[in-house]
């Protein structure tokens, strides 16, 4: 993931066939694999020793300790929907493909104008970071490690010690890739967003500021091992 770019293919269907159907590329829009949201914390402090290999492997440079990026990549976009004046908002995934090595990837949903065929490639316009300041989120966080109901006793669910990623303030409960592994989001018309996450699973609704408005919806009868409700 840190060594691949984002890149958003635009197709038009051709031929009105039923049998003999084509697509052709008509448009793209490259974000290059190290591209940092500005002013962000370091991330990538979890990282395996393998993973820095491969990431050095991939023409990514990092330190053998301690935070492995300088700040939080944008990449891996895991949806996007329209947003206005022909920009569209972006779903980050958890950070860096697992539970693990995400504690300390900021979860967060930008707007972007995706310039297809520039070679500058997409701009950032905005970015939410979502966190959870109002406690909707019932199990134990990151960025808050002494409230909330603990998590199951998997090896894979042990907390990590909060890093520079959750800031100053413990009650601003930022989320990260451990927290929530986002795979799929909607804008509703009142500007806040559906957000359906895979450890849960869950649906969770935020307000337009990225800020938890109520407790995740799960499935009924459906749990996984990352999360308790």
């Known amino acids: 993931m840190l060594a ?31 591209t940092f949201r500005a002013g962000s914390p370091p991330s990538g402090a979890f990282f395996t020793a393998d993973e820095r290999a491969t990431a050095g492997g991939n023409g990514v440079s990092g330190p053998a300790s ?35 090595n995400s504690a300390d990837f900021q979860l967060v ?6 310039r297809w065929n520039d070679p500058r490639g997409p701009q950032v316009l905005d970015s939410i970071i ?20 603990p998590l199951p006793d998997f090896s894979f669910n042990v907390l990590p010690v909060p890093p520079p990623a959750c800031g100053a303030a413990a009650a601003s ?7 929530l592994d986002p795979e799929s989001f909607v804008r509703a018309p009142d500007g806040t967003f559906w957000i359906g996450d895979e450890f849960g699973p869950f649906l969770v609704h935020t307000a337009a500021d990225g800020r938890v408005l109520e407790a995740p919806i799960g499935v009924p009868r459906v749990r996984s091992p990352q999360t308790r409700s």
């Open 109 to 114: 949903i930008h707007r972007v104008d995706l």
């Open 4 to 34: 691949g770019a984002a890149i958003i293919l635009g197709v038009i269907g051709c031929t009105a066939g039923a049998v003999d159907r084509q697509t052709l590329l008509v448009a793209r829009s490259v974000l290059p694999a190290v």
């Open 66 to 100: 301690g935070p492995f990026l300088p700040g939080q990549p944008i990449q891996g976009f895991s949806s996007m929907v329209p947003a206005d004046a022909g920009t569209w908002w972006t779903l980050a995934d958890n950070g860096a493909g697992a539970r693990g």
């Open 173 to 179: 409960r930022t989320l990260t890739g451990f927290d």
């Open 130 to 149: 979502l966190r959870d300041p109002d406690r909707r989120i019932p199990w134990t966080v990151v960025c808050d490690p002494g409230n909330g109901n």
